[in-house]
């Protein structure tokens, strides 16, 4: 579980607003800029006693490497409520990367009482801004029902993209998908190409006049 936290603080993007009218895997992925990756890592690399007035002002950067301190135990002990709090203080002014580790909380219960249907609500919001995370838990929300109607083309648009991307999670998912539909033709998505051959396609060599 550590290394899922770990993951998600490197996955952060400060962004507005999420993108509400459109479908929440409708938008493009967004891959975190130079600029946001060197401020994480300097907020990271400072001791608690730094961190904690930073998180307090309002920080919301800050207020997630918080939660990911007391989610994982580092150096701290370990206290999944503090995560929780800090995740929802960033989640609340909308960071991107706390919303789907808050998403996490919720799915598993870590912390917080377990409730797919606030899951559901954080992981559509990061995935809303483009965070890979949060477009495969809500893929995986979509496929299995979780916290929302069953739906597997809002599935499929939601693990597409990062399975585009290289994602080894998303693309066996939707290969996985795949493989169920050939067992049940009336669950197959035609809203989508079918996965396996657009992954197989394009990993193909371009060819002049394609």
Not at 22 to 39: F, H, I, K, M, T
């Amino acid at each position: 579980m550590h290394r899922f936290f770990a993951s998600f603080l490197y996955g952060v993007m400060l962004l507005g607003p999420s993108m509400a009218a459109a479908g929440a895997c409708d938008a493009p992925l967004v891959e975190p800029s130079a600029e946001a990756r060197s401020a994480i890592q300097l907020v990271e690399r400072k001791p608690l006693n730094e961190l904690l007035p930073l998180a307090v002002a309002g920080n919301a950067t800050a207020q997630t490497v918080l939660g990911v301190i007391y989610g994982t135990g580092r150096g701290v002990p370990q206290d999944s409520e503090k995560s929780v709090y800090w995740y929802s203080q960033a989640a609340n002014a909308g960071l991107a990367v706390a919303q789907a580790n808050l998403a996490f909380m919720y799915f598993k219960g870590e912390g917080v009482p377990q409730n797919d249907s606030l899951a559901f609500y954080w992981a559509e919001k990061a995935a809303a801004q483009g965070h890979f995370q949060g477009r495969l838990m809500l893929g995986h929300a979509y496929r299995t029902g979780t916290g929302v109607k069953q739906d597997r083309t809002e599935a499929r648009k939601c693990y597409f993209a990062p399975a585009m991307e290289g994602n080894l999670r998303a693309q066996m998912a939707l290969m996985s998908m795949d493989e169920e539909d050939e067992e049940e033709p009336s669950q197959r998505s035609r809203s989508q190409p079918d996965a396996v051959d657009d992954l197989r396609r394009s990993q193909q060599p371009a060819h002049d006049g394609a």
